[in-house]
């Protein structure tokens, strides 16, 4: 392998290979379904450590990049970032990379791996307020009284993922392409629906979902199986994509769900973002007295996970499931 293949200089020749290196390497992430916002995160990510070299180092040999280099570098970003999570970021950003690099056997191991990252500090809640939930509650069950089809359903379709993040605490990536499948209705208040989650990293489990799911998703799924045969498609996702006159796929991207929440924000002058929303979540979790083991779980993360942060929030926010029922039922008597 030639030396420009594996270093970069001032020159512009072996800055490509380094970019055409790091091209690769986000390709590969596409290839894994990374979403777009995670693919620009690593590019913005690695284009620091790029604007580094170039300032910082007159040749870098990636092959023989080693500990005395990447401590500079962990001092060049203490200097730069005074947030610890931008730092910790960007580190692991690198690992990754170079991780990457070591799978191309462009190097025999990864020097970054013993560069200490900052500690993770969790960004204080700032949950949907439930006035809010009420508000786009009422805006999305009015926008469902309409005899346009597709209008209809697709207030119907935003119902079913606000009930899948404010009840069962799911992420846009979650339920972008869940299907059918992965949900099992209840029988009753003790034994609620659940949606079961494939977790990347452990054994698939599941997460109980609030007793009004049951009979917004019967009528949803019922409208979308009608819908679906006049539009002359089949699909298993619970989600779909549509233009004004016809269902086009199932499933929608992460990216898409984020843009209708963004627009429903806009449109309803309120606080509302997937991750609020999914605070919301959690507090009313704690509220009900779940204990702190069931909540990890259901939100796929670590034991050492702190929930902390939102326990000192928990009295500030209180929330229902109860109340949502209460308004769904008054919005079915006026029905289409």
């Known amino acids: 392998m030639s030396k420009t293949k594996n270093s970069i200089t001032n020159s512009t020749h072996e800055q490509v290979d380094l970019l055409n290196l790091q091209s690769e390497f986000f390709a590969k992430l596409k290839g894994l379904g990374r979403s777009i916002n995670t693919l620009k995160n690593y590019k913005t990510d690695l284009d620091c450590f790029n604007s580094y070299l170039q300032k910082n180092q007159t040749t870098v040999d990636i092959s023989n990049f080693s500990m005395p280099q990447v401590l500079l570098y962990g001092t060049y970003l203490e200097s730069k970032?005074?947030?610890?999570?931008?730092?910790?970021?960007?580190?692991?950003?690198?690992?990754?990379?170079?991780?990457?690099?070591?799978?191309?056997?462009?190097?025999?191991?990864?020097?970054?791996?013993?560069?200490?990252?900052?500690?993770?500090?969790?960004?204080?809640?700032?949950?949907?307020?439930?006035?809010?939930?009420?508000?786009?509650?009422?805006?999305?069950?009015?926008?469902?009284?309409?005899?346009?089809?597709?209008?209809?359903?697709?207030?119907?379709?935003?119902?079913?993922?606000?009930?899948?993040?404010?009840?069962?605490?799911?992420?846009?990536?979650?339920?972008?392409?869940?299907?059918?499948?992965?949900?099992?209705?209840?029988?009753?208040?003790?034994?609620?629906?659940?949606?079961?989650?494939?977790?990347?990293?452990?054994?698939?489990?599941?997460?109980?979902?609030?007793?009004?799911?049951?009979?917004?998703?019967?009528?949803?799924?019922?409208?979308?199986?009608?819908?679906?045969?006049?539009?002359?498609?089949?699909?298993?996702?619970?989600?779909?994509?549509?233009?004004?006159?016809?269902?086009?796929?199932?499933?929608?991207?992460p990216r898409g769900l984020e843009v209708i929440f963004e627009d429903l924000r806009k449109k309803l002058i309120i606080t509302l973002t997937p991750k609020s929303l999914r605070q919301a979540c959690i507090l009313k979790w704690l509220q009900d007295d779940v204990n702190d083991t069931l909540i990890k779980e259901w939100l796929g993360v670590a034991p050492s996970y702190s929930l902390k942060l939102y326990k000192d929030h928990v009295d500030k926010n209180l929330y229902s499931y109860e109340f949502l029922f209460e308004i769904y039922q008054k919005y079915k008597k006026r029905k289409v």
């Not at 204080?124 to 309409?146: A, G, Q, V």
């Not at 489990?205 to 049951?214: K, L, M």
């Not at 998703?217 to 009608?226: C, F, G």
């Open 81 to 253: 970032y005074s947030s610890d999570n931008s730092r910790r970021r960007r580190v692991q950003a690198l690992r990754i990379f170079f991780d990457f690099l070591v799978e191309q056997n462009i190097m025999s191991s990864n020097p970054v791996r013993k560069l200490p990252t900052s500690p993770k500090f969790l960004d204080i809640p700032r949950p949907t307020p439930f006035i809010d939930i009420k508000t786009l509650w009422e805006y999305l069950l009015d926008s469902s009284i309409t005899k346009n089809n597709i209008n209809r359903l697709l207030a119907k379709r935003n119902q079913i993922s606000i009930l899948l993040i404010f009840g069962a605490g799911l992420k846009v990536s979650d339920i972008a392409k869940l299907k059918k499948s992965k949900v099992t209705l209840g029988t009753s208040k003790n034994d609620p629906a659940r949606v079961m989650i494939n977790h990347p990293k452990r054994d698939p489990y599941t997460v109980p979902i609030p007793a009004i799911f049951n009979e917004v998703y019967t009528d949803y799924i019922k409208e979308l199986e009608e819908l679906k045969k006049f539009s002359q498609i089949e699909f298993d996702e619970i989600l779909f994509n549509a233009n004004p006159y016809r269902i086009l796929n199932g499933g929608l991207s």
